[in-house]
C-alpha cells in the first residue's frame, strides 16, 4: 500500500543552523502539507502547497520556513535558522482530491 | 475562531469494553471531519473519514458519527483490545481551497488487559 515517507526520522541540530526535512509524498497525490506537533501539544497546520505553490500558510510559517517540491516526488521543509523552539515533530501529509490526507511518520527536529 | 476539543483527555478501561470517544468543534460549517490514531513517538494513522453530508462511518470494531447541528463527533469503539491503546486524535477541515486540518487535543486511551 502506498504510504508518505519521511527522513531523517530524527535531527539534531543547534540554535541558528538551517535543516531541511524531507517528504516523499505518494504518488498520484496533488495536494501536500507540513504540520508540527510541538512536546504535549497539538498538532498544528503550518502550510499546504499545491500546483508548485503555496496555498496557505499559517502565522506559524514565517520567512524562516520554506518549502519546495523540487523534482516532483520531494517535498520538503526548510528552516532557515532554527530557534530552540522550532524544536518538534514535523509530520508531512498528502490527499489526492477531497479526501483523505495521509500522513508520513514524522521528522523529531530537536534544536539545541 | 474555529477550534476542536476533545473529552475526556485519558480514559482507561479493562479489555472487552466498549467506549466512546467525544470530539466538538465550535464551527458547525464543517466540511469533513477525520479520526486519527497516534502511538507513541509515531505518525497518525487515518481511522476514518466522514463528510458533512454523512451521519456516520464505519470500520471494523470502529463506528463514527458526526452531528454538525451540535457541533459534535464521536468515535465508538467495540469490544477493545490492548492494541486500541493509543491517542486518538479527530481533526476538522473547514473546506476553502486547502482543506487543512484542525486538530483537537486528543484522548489518551489505555485498555488494561
Known amino acids: 500500500e502506498p504510504e508518505v515517507t519521511q527522513t531523517p526520522s530524527h535531527q539534531v541540530t543547534q540554535m541558528g543552523q538551517e535543516v531541511i526535512l524531507r517528504c516523499v509524498p505518494i504518488?498520484?497525490?496533488?495536494?501536500f502539507y507540513w504540520y508540527r506537533q510541538i512536546l504535549g501539544q497539538k498538532v498544528e497546520f503550518l502550510v499546504s502547497?499545491?500546483?508548485?505553490?503555496?496555498?496557505?500558510k499559517s502565522e506559524i510559517f514565517d520567512d524562516q520556513f520554506s518549502v519546495e517540491r523540487p523534482d516532483g516526488s520531494n517535498f520538503t521543509l526548510k528552516i532557515r535558522s532554527t530557534k530552540l523552539e522550532d524544536s518538534a515533530m514535523y509530520f508531512c501529509?498528502?490527499?489526492?482530491?477531497?479526501?483523505?490526507?495521509?500522513f508520513g511518520p514524522g521528522t523529531r527536529l530537536t534544536v539545541l | 475562531k474555529q477550534e476542536v476539543t476533545q473529552i475526556p483527555a485519558a480514559l482507561s478501561v479493562p479489555e472487552g469494553e466498549n467506549l466512546v470517544l467525544n470530539c466538538s468543534f465550535t464551527?458547525?460549517?464543517?466540511?469533513?471531519l477525520q479520526w486519527f490514531r497516534q502511538d507513541p513517538g509515531k505518525g497518525l494513522t487515518s481511522l476514518l473519514l466522514?463528510?458533512?453530508?454523512?451521519r456516520e462511518q464505519t470500520s471494523g470494531r470502529l463506528n463514527a458519527s458526526l452531528d454538525k447541528s451540535s457541533g459534535r463527533s464521536t468515535l465508538y469503539i467495540a469490544a477493545s483490545q490492548p492494541g486500541d491503546s493509543a491517542t486518538y486524535l479527530c481533526?476538522?477541515?473547514?473546506?476553502?481551497?486547502?482543506?487543512?486540518?484542525?486538530f483537537g487535543t486528543g484522548t489518551l486511551l489505555a485498555v488494561q488487559p
Open positions: 466522514i463528510q458533512s453530508s454523512q
Open positions: 481533526a476538522a477541515v473547514y473546506g476553502g481551497a486547502t482543506n487543512k486540518l484542525i
Open positions: 501529509a498528502s490527499r489526492r482530491y477531497v479526501d483523505t490526507q495521509y
Open positions: 464551527d458547525s460549517a464543517i466540511y469533513n
Open positions: 502547497f499545491y500546483n508548485n505553490e503555496i496555498s496557505e
Open positions: 504518488s498520484n497525490h496533488l495536494y
